[in-house]
């Protein structure tokens, strides 16, 4: 629900004028999901939030029905016209607007609103800055009951990929077939028996399939693990209710003894694992010290892999943010595919996952991490420090 109380402090205290969250055919999906706005949504609408005084609401018509629930005035328009004078009158007084608007495009999370309605609102004299950081404090913050449940579902992952690895070595050791495929539907029947869901089916990759990030078995697709082959799983799943926050982890293993582990392996897998450790330790010594934001910490994370030579191989973001959804509203850790400059606040959630990809393998370490008042919590517990024999 709206804090227009606590948003006005913010706002004052940022020197921004308001906060205009503007929508067309529910594409600004930040402001649908803070104003709460349900069902069919097919015209134009804005709410603005003022530094001071009540919120308003200029509103379709013939939609008014589903704005009621919020706070302000509420102003039906029917034509563009008379939507664009009310919008002018709205923001005549008014000077340094928040938008879900992203300078350059440099973070498209935030940037939801149509070139063609800046220009109009910039027309009227206003001058617009990004809301990210607004969304990231009144959006993606956990409450402490998220937070729990968050790390309930963490935990019962953990146990999940323990039985999963275990399941591999069981039937290699037997020699009995095992795919990708089977291993990830095993997963899944997991989360079944825990009452878990998740967005998209888990990852079992072996090998030159674990070095494609975002590979998928399926039942048509999928290969046999076999004695020496590298093994990634990643699964991440959430509580079967609406204030479910997701887990999310990466582990490695190797259908073999730690003798047999390729050294290449080994090599590849230490300099990911400093990579990842050295993201923790920068948040945890700067962040009482002065902002920190998430680009920031993809470059701290970065550097390990580039002065190691495999910077060419690190084709993907450090971490992306973690909610309700596996891929929350809140700040990545990402300076290589957008330009993340959102500041990392109390209650947000992230995932940490640094990784090596080359046409024969893959490899992936994966953590996630909530700021807290007293710093930076690993809350998938315990990190993997080398690849695990499975036999």
């Not at 404090?137 to 039985?163: N, P, V, Y």
């Not at 399941?167 to 050791?173: C, E, Q, Y």
């Not at 590298?230 to 997701?246: E, F, Q, R, T």
């Not at 606040?345 to 490899?363: N, R, V």
Request: glycine residues 8%; negative net charge; contains cysteine.
């Amino acid at each position: 629900m709206l804090d227009i109380d606590r948003i006005q402090t913010y706002l004052k205290e940022h020197e921004l004028d308001g906060w205009l969250m503007a929508d067309f055919h529910a594409r600004n999906d930040i402001a649908v999901e803070l104003l709460e706005l349900k069902g069919v949504l097919t015209r134009r609408s804005f709410y603005f939030i003022p530094a001071e005084g009540e919120p308003t609401g200029l509103i379709p018509e013939i939609e008014k029905s589903k704005f009621t629930h919020l706070p302000g005035e509420l102003k039906p328009f029917a034509g563009y016209r008379e939507m664009e004078r009310e919008l002018a009158n709205l923001l005549e007084a008014h000077k340094w607007v928040a938008m879900e608007y992203s300078r350059m495009g440099r973070l498209p999370y935030i940037g939801l609103v149509d070139a063609g309605t800046v220009e109009m609102v910039r027309s009227m004299g206003v001058e617009i800055v990004s809301s990210a950081d607004l969304v990231a404090a009144f959006q993606a913050r956990l409450t402490e009951a998220q937070a729990a449940l968050h790390r309930e579902a963490a935990d019962i992952l953990m146990e999940i990929k323990d039985g999963a690895f275990k399941l591999i070595a069981d039937a290699v050791s037997n020699d009995r077939v095992i795919t990708e495929y089977d291993v990830s539907r095993h997963i899944l029947g997991k989360f079944k028996e825990n009452d878990l869901v998740c967005e998209y089916n888990p990852i079992c990759a072996v090998d030159a399939n674990a070095g494609n990030p975002h590979y998928q078995p399926t039942a048509d697709k999928s290969e046999c693990i076999a004695r020496g082959n590298l093994i990634l799983i990643d699964l991440w799943a959430k509580h079967n209710i609406p204030d479910g926050i997701y887990g999310d982890i990466t582990w490695m293993a190797y259908a073999g003894t730690r003798e047999e582990i390729p050294e290449k392996y080994n090599k590849m897998f230490d300099v990911i694992v400093r990579a990842r450790d050295a993201a923790i330790t920068f948040i945890e010594e700067n962040m009482r010290q002065r902002p920190v934001y998430g680009s920031e910490v993809d470059d701290a994370c970065r550097a390990i892999i580039e002065e190691a030579g495999y910077g060419e191989y690190f084709t993907h973001r450090t971490g992306h943010s973690i909610g309700t959804h596996g891929h929350g509203s809140g700040p990545n850790i990402d300076n290589l595919e957008t330009e993340d400059r959102r500041l990392l606040q109390s209650g947000h959630l992230f995932s940490i996952e640094p990784g090596i990809y080359m046409d024969d393998c893959g490899l992936r370490t994966e953590i996630d991490c909530l700021i807290t008042d007293d710093g930076c919590e690993v809350t998938t517990l315990p990190k993997q420090t080398c690849i695990l024999a499975l036999l």
